[in-house]
């Protein structure tokens, strides 16, 4: 691993208490980033903060709800004053609960795209107002929204989810023709089927709603119906491409969604 890769940069991201948002902060940190973590579950965020300090770098938690301007605002603030500027955010946050399509309820609708839109397109707005302040020779910026394979396709058991990933595959396409002026770059990746602590609720989930009898056949079933390379995948499998999109190496990249879903959307 190249320690240097990202020095230099400081780094926002939502979502970081666990899961994808946690793995991507620890392996920025170890290629010399400075993190900001927020979450809701700031004590989440704490946690993986405290795990890279203790490993030689450098962030700070901030409480941070998606669903609200101000705190992301806030949170901007925040990486500006611990580290003296924001050169990236990863837009990670997100939710889903799935449900059959005749059964999705407005709440259901509500709560899943006001955090993993609404809140991307806050995210956006927010960090993007500093780095324009901040002034385009200073750049490239880097803005990394977390897509889905329900970017490219939608499952009838989670529409919402797949509608609230589209949104996000549209804002980065959107932003990067509203931002490039700014020196400001707009790309994202798409995981596919990840073991995180967001699968394993929504494993149990699919059981109660019929969609699979037993709790844990959801992943294999469908590495092995609709993944090319016949696994799931772990975050460790993604943190690499986030980087490269961190990284200079991609700063002649804009509107762009990488695929990191080993082959299953063209299964």
């Known amino acids: 691993m190249d320690r240097t890769r990202l020095s230099g940069k400081h780094v926002l991201i939502t979502g970081g208490a666990q899961g994808m948002g946690a793995a991507v902060g620890e392996h920025f940190a170890a290629q010399g980033a400075k993190i900001c973590l927020g979450d809701i579950n700031v004590d989440g965020c704490r946690k993986v903060a405290g795990k890279i300090l203790e490993n030689g770098g450098q962030a700070i938690a901030v409480n941070l709800d998606v669903t609200r301007r101000e705190d992301h605002a806030a949170a901007v603030a925040a990486t500006v004053e611990a580290f003296g500027s924001i050169n990236v955010i990863v837009n990670n946050a997100g939710i889903n609960k799935p449900l059959m399509f005749l059964d999705i309820t407005e709440e259901n609708w509500d709560r899943i795209m006001r955090v993993n839109a609404l809140g991307v397109l806050l995210g956006m707005q927010e960090a993007a107002k500093q780095m324009i302040k901040q002034g385009k020779r200073n750049g490239p910026y880097k803005i990394i929204n977390v897509g889905s394979i329900l970017s490219r396709q939608a499952f009838d058991d989670v529409v919402p ?9 549209a804002m980065i396409n959107g932003g990067a023709k509203a931002l490039v002026e700014h020196n400001i770059t707009v790309n994202g990746y798409g995981p596919g089927v990840v073991r995180t602590e967001l699968w394993e609720q929504l494993d149990k989930d699919l059981v109660a709603i019929g969609k699979f009898e037993n709790e844990g056949e959801s992943m294999d079933q469908l590495a092995e119906n609709m993944i090319l390379m016949k696994r799931y995948s772990y975050p460790e499998d993604v943190v690499g491409t986030a980087s490269f999109l961190a990284s200079p190496e991609s700063d002649y ?6 695929m990191i879903d080993g082959g299953m959307v063209i299964q």
């Open 161 to 169: 989810y797949s509608c609230s990933k589209h949104a996000v595959l």
């Open 253 to 258: 990249m804009t509107g762009q969604l990488l």
